[in-house]
């Protein structure tokens, strides 16, 4: 019986990713969409109903499979090979579920016609491709890493069109994957989680076919070197060019997308072998966390950018969706102010509570991680960068999951957060966040308190002194 239940949970995954596939082409992120789109136009417009149907039952389809198997995975090679099938139609189809291609394909374009996508929108060029663009990022500059936008410059060179671009793109999202698919058991065996339910959570959700794959965002790249700069590092702790070298390839994945320099304090706790010391931490800690620095840093001077990343990423504060938990409760402070007359923006005072919580979270997790687990507390530190961040997309939870995935030994709750994740966009990208303000955002609010109501009953359970016998 238990084959026939995996060999059923392979079909059915299986059948979902098709199903998906085939809304790519009906009405994916197409070149020449809508670039304004809202569910009830999809609906009405071509294909409409089959649009919205495959999407939805693909993703049902794909989510039930990945979660009736998340704590009964029959093996390493079955959740590989499995993973691989469902990411096969994939390979194929136009971006699903945003427009961040072409945003690449416009960015790498300014770059190789000797513009910094750092100073200025890709209208300045203006790109080729503008029109395939959301109209919020025209003007934007890049928020990626230089690394990432040298070799966006380097596709759109060797390519020459959106199609080959795109193309090119997806293969490097195929790597990244491939890349956290052979380092990730390291990670897993490290912590004592079994690496096939390690390799299923991490590879076989929902969201790595649709976003990284077929949306072929980067953070496919950046999440597969940041897996393997982990690994290098707890596979050779102590010695100290293994340690450089994790800490390079750390700084590679910082290249990609700087959230990766969220993890470089853990990986400096993890190449200490023998406990954590200052001595240890100066000797092991000082090579990784040098390596990773150092190798952002010349990239940038390498690629003749500046640190307009860090303005890039200030951008992000202008989508407002109730998706990110300090964004909603913003929102809903403004509506509770509206029936007295008040017209308040709060969101600049929660955004910037949510940060403050952040930097206490991160420090308070790294000293925590001094005798424990540094790994799993790097995965916390990234669930707690995603939650707090004023802005969320669902491929920002492929971050946390991977390492969740090896370190974690409960995994109901991040599997939840990832299937939940999976129904955000529609198969075009259209945000459904954006349609449901006015009831998502209170309730993401209610979510916010009960989940701050138990985590602080937790802290003083664990405060409480046991009683003597």
């Excluded at 961040?389 to 974690?408: D, E, K, N, Q, S």
Aim: glycine residues 10%; proline residues 7%; positive net charge.
């Amino acid at each position: 019986m238990a084959d026939v239940s995996h060999h059923l949970v392979r079909w059915t995954g299986l059948a979902g990713s098709i199903m998906l596939a085939v809304a790519a082409f009906l009405g994916g992120a197409l070149p020449d969409g809508d670039l304004r789109p809202d569910p009830v136009k999809i609906w009405l417009g071509p294909n409409g109903p089959w649009i919205i149907g495959l999407w939805l039952f693909g993703t049902i389809a794909m989510s039930v499979a990945w979660w009736m198997l998340r704590d009964r995975v029959p093996s390493a090679r079955w959740a590989l090979t499995t993973a691989a099938l469902w990411i096969l139609p994939f390979l194929v189809t136009p971006p699903l579920g945003s427009r961040d291609a072409y945003a690449y394909a416009c960015q790498g374009a300014s770059y190789a016609n000797g513009i910094s996508p750092y100073e200025f929108g890709v209208s300045t060029l203006p790109c080729p491709w503008l029109d395939t663009m959301s109209h919020i990022w025209r003007d934007t500059p890049a928020p990626y890493g230089p690394l990432f936008v040298v070799i966006s410059g380097a596709v759109v060179a060797a390519t020459g069109s959106l199609f080959g671009s795109i193309a090119m793109f997806r293969v490097l999202a195929v790597a990244g994957v491939v890349l956290t698919a052979a380092c990730l058991p390291v990670l897993a065996r490290r912590c004592g989680v079994p690496v096939g339910r390690a390799l299923w959570l991490a590879l076989a959700s929902p969201l790595v076919g649709v976003h990284l794959i077929s949306g072929v965002h980067n953070d496919a790249m950046m999440v597969g070197l940041m897996v393997a700069g982990l690994a290098i590092v707890v596979t050779w702790p102590g010695r100290t060019w293994h340690l450089l070298a994790g800490g390079v390839v750390l700084g590679l994945a910082a290249g990609i997308k700087v959230t990766a320099l969220v993890v470089v304090p853990f990986a400096a706790l993890a190449a200490i072998p023998n406990g954590f010391s200052l001595r240890g931490l100066f000797r092991d800690g000082t090579p990784v966390v040098g390596g990773a620095v150092g190798t952002l840093f010349g990239v940038t001077l390498a690629a003749g950018l500046d640190l307009g990343w860090i303005t890039g990423l200030s951008h992000g504060n202008e989508v407002i969706a109730w998706t990110s938990p300090p964004t909603a409760v913003g929102q809903t402070l403004g509506y509770l102010a509206l029936p007295f007359g008040l017209h308040i923006d709060a969101l600049p005072v929660t955004r910037g509570i949510a940060m403050v919580v952040l930097a206490a979270l991160l420090v308070w997790l790294w000293f925590r991680a001094r005798y424990r687990e540094p790994l799993w507390h790097a995965a916390l530190a990234l669930t707690a960068a995603v939650a707090l961040a004023p802005l969320f997309h669902p491929w920002y939870w492929f971050w946390p999951l991977v390492l969740l995935a090896a370190t974690a030994h409960r995994t109901w709750w991040f599997s939840a957060v990832a299937v939940y994740s999976a129904f955000h966009v529609l198969a075009d990208g259209t945000g459904l966040p954006r349609h449901t303000k006015t009831i998502g955002a209170p309730l993401m609010t209610l979510f916010v308190i009960v989940v701050a109501v138990r985590l602080i009953r937790s802290a003083r359970t664990a405060r409480r002194p046991v009683p003597a016998d």
